[in-house]
């Protein structure tokens, strides 16, 4: 070992060492019972070993993927392996976020109201939304031009509301699959057979919430693909804006369990200049959500440059939160809510004894290469790039009865 990094290890540890007794007196132990005292030891020497340059390459974080799996690991000493540190790092995080929800609750209080349905007017047309009796052509004609009037209001907004997307009996089935599929995901992981990145994506808040990823294949999440993009005005919707090219980016399930607390307020992706919206993200509820099951909040009109630089100014953020108008996702089973991923929204506390499935898929403009944030989607899914294009001749190769044999040829490969 040369000198000169000896010297540097030295000096790294006389730093490390009165950081820690520093921090120690100014907490003033004095009025904090033991067990206290060494709670605020082990988060000062967490910081501390996870700032470690030399030893960099052994930090490991854990991975909240499950309301059954974000627990703390238990210790009684104030030596801590890196896992155990960075638990307890993003458990005081987590405390700061919870916070700062609540506060922005409060700034929200007096200005959200429930997401309604616009009222739309399509030449030889009916109610908006859904599935019908009228024949293929002219549900097809149909459900394009409403797609129009909803890209209209969703570019304007940067969110809008569309109703009867799956059947209840589909949406049942949908949600029954879907609490399975989180069951046996869970012991997959457990058990160490596939690693917690192939069955769950990351989300804000991971108590009490998931992200699962859907695979392709099964008969159900078939159905519901078919029914939400060939029998609603969901896929005219996005391909109106990105066209029938727009790439399949994200394919999972949001699962907010009872206790579940407030998120920030956040947008998907960052606003870019001369670049339009990236993403259109679609969530269909799987049973009706109510005030305290935690609906997603909206700020309409937040998808700007306007709106992104105040948000990201300190001293005009909470100015900004107070004075728009938020709108919550309170919609009724099978339908849905879609948004552009730079729209500020969060998910809100659930305070019920159920818990909120959210099925969505999102889209990708197809002019745009990275979006600005992690896909929610099986890897293998991921790699196929399947196009709405793809997705919509697939199925209607299934609803002819002819199979569906670009989804199961991917469902093939998937772990």
């Given at each position: ?17 009165c950081?820690?007794i520093?921090v ?5 132990l004095?009025r ?12 000062v020497i967490?910081?501390f070993l996870l ?12 991975t909240?993927?499950s309301y ?12 801590m ?15 700061l976020?919870i916070?700062r929800?609540k506060?922005?609750?409060d ?5 959200s109201?429930?997401?309604e349905?616009?009222?739309?007017k399509?030449r ?14 002219n549900?097809?004609?149909?459900f394009k ?19 009867n ?6 949406t ?8 399975q599929?989180?069951?046996?995901s ?7 057979k ?8 990351d ?14 294949g099964d008969?159900?999440?078939?159905t519901?693909l078919?029914?939400?993009l ?6 005219s919707?996005i ?11 994200e ?5 907010s ?5 407030r998120q ?16 259109y993200?679609?969530?269909i ?24 630089a ?10 900004l939160i107070?004075?728009?108008?938020a709108?919550l996702g309170?919609?009724?089973?099978g339908?849905?809510?879609?948004f552009?991923?730079r729209c500020l ?12 499935a959210?099925?969505y898929?999102?889209?990708?403009n ?17 790699t ?7 997705l919509v001749k ?5 609803q ?6 670009l ?9």
């Amino acid at each position: 070992m040369s000198q000169l990094l000896l010297y540097y290890i030295i000096l790294y540890y006389i730093i490390g060492t009165c950081i820690c007794i520093y921090v120690f007196f100014i907490i003033n132990l004095g009025r904090l019972s033991l067990q206290h005292q060494i709670k605020r030891m082990k988060v000062v020497i967490a910081s501390f070993l996870l700032w470690n340059p030399i030893n960099i390459n052994a930090f490991t974080p854990i991975t909240y993927y499950s309301y059954h799996t974000a627990k703390q690991s238990p210790s009684s000493d104030l030596y801590m392996s890196s896992p155990e540190a960075a638990n307890l790092l993003y458990l005081e995080q987590e405390k700061l976020l919870i916070k700062r929800g609540k506060f922005e609750q409060d700034l929200l209080s007096q200005s959200s109201t429930s997401i309604e349905t616009p009222k739309i007017k399509v030449r030889g047309s009916g109610s908006a939304g859904g599935f019908g009796s009228a024949s293929t052509q002219n549900n097809k004609q149909k459900f394009k031009a409403e797609g129009k009037a909803y890209a209209k209001i969703l570019k304007q907004d940067g969110v809008v509301r569309i109703d009867n997307i799956l059947t209840d009996s589909t949406t049942d089935a949908l949600r029954d699959y879907v609490y399975q599929l989180r069951q046996s995901s869970e012991q997959d992981v457990a058990s160490g057979k596939v690693k917690p990145i192939q069955r769950f994506a990351d989300v804000l808040l991971k108590q009490d919430r998931c992200d699962l990823t859907i695979p392709l294949g099964d008969d159900i999440v078939s159905t519901a693909l078919h029914e939400a993009l060939l029998s609603s005005p969901v896929s005219s919707t996005i391909s109106s804006v990105f066209s029938d090219k727009s790439i399949l980016y994200e394919f999972s399930c949001l699962i907010s369990d009872p206790g579940s607390q407030r998120q920030n307020l956040h947008p998907d992706t960052p606003y870019k200049d001369n670049v339009g919206p990236v993403l259109y993200t679609c969530f269909i509820a799987l049973q009706d959500i109510t005030l305290d099951m935690g609906p997603t909040t909206w700020l309409p009109q937040t998808h700007t440059q306007k709106a992104h630089a105040q948000f990201i100014d300190k001293d005009q953020k909470d100015h900004l939160i107070q004075s728009t108008p938020a709108v919550l996702g309170t919609l009724s089973k099978g339908s849905c809510a879609i948004f552009d991923s730079r729209c500020l929204h969060c998910g809100t506390s659930n305070q019920s004894n159920q818990s909120r499935a959210l099925f969505y898929f999102s889209f990708r403009n197809p002019k745009v290469i990275y979006p600005g944030n992690p896909a929610s989607i099986r890897a293998e899914l991921k790699t196929a790039k399947l196009t709405m294009k793809d997705l919509v001749k697939d199925l209607e190769l299934r609803q002819k009865g002819k199979g569906q044999p670009l989804m199961d040829s991917i469902a093939d490969t998937m772990v």
